[in-house]
C-alpha cells in the first residue's frame, strides 16, 4: 500500500514531544514492514536537510498570491516532503504556539491536500487537528486520523478559514457548536479515528477529556479504536545509544551504574548510590507540575537525588521551576534544567533508577516506556496509555487520586522496595526492560485498520 503520513513533527527533525516520535517510529515499521511510506511535514526552519524542489503550488491566502514550494528529502531510509510557504509561516523556530497557528497549520493542510489530489495513494494518515483538515479538503482518498492529544483542538474564527480560502460548504462542515473547529472536520471526514492508546479511546467519550467532543465520539463509536503507541527501538536503545557513555542491556545491567556516574558528574550531584529519580517532559499543566515539585521536595528530603529536564512555554509554570530551580542551586542532591536538550534526555533516561510521570491526564505517554527500555523504573499517574503500561509491583509503581497524598505513598513504596527488596527492585528492572514497547505490534495493529478500510482500490 502507498501510505502518507501528513503531521506537525517528525523526530528528530522537528520535535516538540511525543508526536513527533510517533511519526519517526511508526513510518520507519511501516515502512519495514513492505509499504510505501511518505511522511509530509512543515518546512521548519530549524531543518537542516539536504532536499530537492519537486513541485509549487499558488493559491490564495488572505486574498494575495501565495507561493508554496514541496521539497523532498531522506532521513535515514524514510522518504520526506517538506512543504514551504512564502507566508514564513513556519520560520519563527516554533513549531506551536503562534497565535496564527489555525492560519499556518489550515494553510499548510490545505496545500498539502491540493498536493495529494496530484499523487496516486492509497491512504493519507493524519495526525491531531493540525492536519484534520486534509481529510475534508481531499475526499477521494481514505483517511485514518490519530487522536494524539484532544486537548489542543482549538478552535478557529471564520475570518481565519476564509484567510486560508475555503469555500462555503467546507467553512459549514467545520461548524461545530457554535465555533468552527478544524479537528471537528477530520473526525467527519476521516474513515477510522484511532486514539494513541486503549484507556484514552475510553477517556475521550467522557465530558472531562473529550475536549467537547465527546457527545460526538459517542455517536460514532464505531470509526473509534485505540491503539497503543509504541517507542522506536532503533532511537531509543540502551545497547547503542550515541548520547551514553557506556552501552548495556538487561545482561549486562551493572554497566548502567556507569551512566548514573556520569549523569552525576555532568550535572555536579553528589556520587554516590543516592537513588536518583528523574522527570523528563514538557512543563505544561498536563504533567502535573503542583505533583512534581512535591515529589521532588519530598524525594529529597528523604534521601533520594532529583533532576528535572523539561521545556515549558506556560509564564506561570516557567515561574514556578525558575524559582525551584534557582532556591535548590546550591544542593548537590538536585538539578533542574528547563530546556529542551536531546542528548541530556538520553542521559537522564539511562543514568536515573526512577523516572516520575504524575500527569493530571495522558493520552499514551513515551517517557515511562523509554525509562523501562533503559532499565529505569517508572512511577506515574494510573490515566491514559499510563495506566496501558505501568503496572504495580510488575513493572512500576503507580497511583490514582491526583493528590500529593497519592504520590507521596506510591513514593513511599518505591523507597522502601529500593532499599529494603533488593530483588524485587531488580526484577521490577528486569520486567520493564523484557517488555516489548517497539513500535512492532502497533504496527500491526495500524495495518490491519488500513486493510479494513474499504477503498475504491485495491489495497495489498
Ligand atoms: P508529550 O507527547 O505529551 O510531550 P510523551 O511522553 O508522549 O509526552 O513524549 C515526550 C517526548 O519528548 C519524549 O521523547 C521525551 O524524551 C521528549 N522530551 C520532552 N521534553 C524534553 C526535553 N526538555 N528535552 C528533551 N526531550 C524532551
Not at 514551504?84 to 513549531?95: L, T
Not at 468552527?180 to 472536520?185: A, F, K, R, V
Not at 538539578?335 to 543514568?351: R, W
Request: charged share 20%; hydrophobic share 40%; aromatic share 10%.
Amino acid at each position: 500500500m502507498k501510505i502518507v503520513h501528513v503531521a506537525s513533527e517528525f523526530a528528530p527533525l522537528a520535535k516538540a514531544g511525543g508526536l513527533g516520535d510517533v511519526l519517526l517510529g511508526l513510518s520507519r515499521a511501516t515502512l519495514e514492514s513492505g509499504h510505501d511510506v511518505t511522511v509530509i511535514i512543515p518546512k521548519y526552519s530549524s531543518i537542516d536537510i539536504d532536499c530537492q524542489r519537486v513541485a509549487e503550488l499558488h493559491d490564495l491566502y488572505n486574498g494575495k498570491n501565495a507561493l508554496t514550494t514541496f521539497w523532498k528529502a531522506h532521513y535515514q531510509n524514510i522518504p520526506l516532503i517538506l512543504v514551504e510557504s512564502d507566508q514564513n509561516f513556519f520560520s519563527s523556530g516554533k513549531i506551536y504556539g503562534e497565535p496564527n497557528d489555525c492560519d499556518r497549520f489550515g494553510f499548510f493542510s490545505k496545500q498539502v491536500a491540493h498536493y495529494l489530489k496530484r499523487e496516486s495513494i492509497d491512504l493519507v494518515h493524519l495526525h491531531d487537528w493540525h492536519t484534520a483538515l486534509v481529510a475534508l479538503l481531499h475526499p477521494e482518498v481514505k483517511s485514518v486520523l490519530t487522536l494524539h492529544n484532544m486537548a489542543y483542538a482549538r478552535a478557529c474564527d471564520l475570518a481565519t478559514l476564509q484567510r486560508i480560502g475555503l469555500k462555503e460548504d467546507e467553512v459549514k462542515a467545520l461548524k461545530y457548536r457554535d465555533y468552527y473547529s478544524i479537528l471537528q472536520g477530520g473526525l467527519e471526514s476521516a474513515e477510522k479515528l484511532v486514539a494513541v492508546s486503549p484507556t484514552y479511546a475510553q477517556e475521550i467519550l467522557t465530558a472531562e477529556l473529550g475536549a467537547g467532543f465527546d457527545s460526538y465520539l459517542n455517536q460514532h463509536k464505531e470509526k473509534l479504536t485505540g491503539i497503543l503507541n509504541g517507542i522506536d527501538y532503533t532511537f531509543w536503545n540502551p545497547e547503542q545509544d550515541g548520547f551514553l557513555p557506556a552501552h548495556y542491556n538487561l545482561q549486562t545491567l551493572s554497566r548502567k551504574k556507569k551512566v548514573k556516574a556520569a549523569l552525576q558528574k555532568r550535572l555536579g550531584l553528589l556520587s554516590g548510590n543516592k537513588l536518583l529519580v528523574a522527570f523528563v517532559g514538557r512543563l505544561v499543566a498536563q504533567k502535573g507540575p503542583q505533583l512534581i515539585e512535591a515529589a521532588m521536595k519530598k524525594i529529597i528530603a528523604d534521601g533520594g537525588q532529583f533532576v528535572l529536564l523539561g521545556a515549558t512555554s506556560d509564564p506561570v509554570i516557567e515561574e514556578q521551576f525558575t524559582q525551584l530551580k534557582s532556591a535548590y542551586r546550591n544542593n548537590p542532591n538536585v538539578h533542574i534544567e528547563l530546556v529542551y536538550d536531546e542528548p541530556m534526555a538520553h542521559l537522564i533516561f539511562a543514568g536515573s533508577d526512577m523516572l516520575i510521570v504524575p500527569s493530571l491526564f495522558e493520552p499514551c505517554g513515551l517517557t515511562q516506556m523509554i525509562a523501562m527500555r533503559y532499565g529505569t523504573v517508572p512511577l506515574v499517574r494510573r490515566t491514559g496509555g499510563l495506566a496501558d503500561t505501568v503496572f504495580e509491583s510488575k513493572n512500576g509503581f503507580n497511583f490514582v487520586e491526583p493528590t500529593e497524598e497519592a504520590i507521596f505513598q506510591a513514593l513511599d513504596r518505591s523507597f522502601a522496595c529500593w532499599k529494603n527488596e533488593p530483588a524485587k527492585w531488580q526484577q521490577l528492572i528486569a520486567n520493564g526492560m523484557s517488555e516489548d514497547f517497539s513500535w512492532k505490534k502497533p504496527q500491526e495493529a495500524y495495518a490491519d485498520l488500513y486493510r479494513g478500510i474499504k477503498s475504491n482500490k485495491a489495497f495489498l
